[in-house]
DNA sequence: ATGGTAGGAAGCCTA
């Protein structure tokens, strides 16, 4: 196989929304698709409707209620068993595999913490959890080196750049766009060596979204949008990255997630050495 | 400046 397709969508709760995994697959036709927030304990996992939709290969790390993430895949893969504890919670916001591709490929699934309402990490808990979660990538990142050969996907909950939202200038105070997370998500990313995948597709200048909040009145009216979920790429697979998808339209499927799926596609004959 | 909607678990948390 030459083209590889990587979709990462969160689902929010996969036993609720499976049936719309199948209008996923059709859309999209990915080869791995990365879930978070599952919200669904490993004994409860639909493995079955999953699997009957090609993907014979899965890994899933859930809890009840909350968080949880999943890889399912047509191509094998071995889960890397290696992934930390972070922040010492033990709360289901990460699964890292290696791909059965020719030379092999790294995969990380992430879900950061939301992180509350308030910016202010003395006066919110749950917001200085998403800073130390940050810091703690980083670090991770920095321990391992350079990424090679890698991707790393997720619902990130931060969107970094001016026109990651609506409008830069009445989101600086709210979170997902305030600057110390923006700082902190920047140099994860530069731990890591990491490259912004759909950044490679759409130049900064233009906006781009990947969530729309569930209580405005008429979501696609209002268009506040915001770019919560990244695709990141380690350098080496910049010439490799043929096609990209934000599946805008899965917004308005019936009962849809607050954020839609998307997708990259690798041709790793490309890939640089 | 406020409150708006959604999912899960089980009478409130999280997003």
Not at 165 to 173: F, G, I, P, Y
Request: hydrophobic share 40%; with cysteine; charged share 25%.
């Amino acid at each position: 196989m030459s083209k590889l397709r990587i979709v990462t969508w969160n689902i929010n709760s996969v036993r609720l929304r499976l049936p719309l995994l199948t209008e996923l697959v059709r859309a999209l036709e990915p080869d791995v698709l990365c879930l978070q927030e599952t919200k669904c304990p490993d004994a409860l996992f639909p493995h079955e409707g999953v699997a009957a939709l090609g993907f014979g290969h899965r890994a899933v790390r859930g809890m009840k209620g909350y968080n949880g993430t999943a890889i399912l895949s047509r191509i094998p893969f071995t889960a890397r068993g290696d992934d930390p504890d972070w922040c010492a919670k033990g709360d289901c916001r990460h699964l890292g595999v290696d791909l059965d591709v020719p030379g092999g490929l790294e995969l990380h699934d992430f879900y950061v913490p939301a992180g509350g309402d308030i910016p202010d990490p003395a006066l919110n808990p749950k917001f200085a959890h998403k800073l130390d979660f940050v810091a703690e990538a980083a670090a991770w990142n920095r321990a391992r080196g350079p990424s090679r050969r890698s991707v790393l996907v997720g619902d990130l909950n931060i969107a970094p750049l001016e026109h990651d939202v609506w409008s830069h200038r009445q989101l600086l105070k709210i979170v997902s766009h305030t600057p110390v997370e923006v700082e902190a998500l920047t140099a994860w990313q530069q731990a890591g060596h990491w490259y912004d995948a759909l950044r490679h597709f759409v130049p900064p200048s233009e906006k781009l979204y990947t969530w729309w909040s569930y209580r405005a009145r008429d979501w696609e009216a209002a268009d506040r949008g915001r770019r919560l979920d990244h695709v990141w790429v380690s350098h080496d697979l910049a010439p490799a990255l043929t096609g990209w998808t934000v599946l805008k339209a899965a917004r308005g499927w019936p009962q849809a997630s607050d954020h839609v799926p998307v997708m990259i596609e690798l041709d790793l004959s490309k890939m640089a050495a």
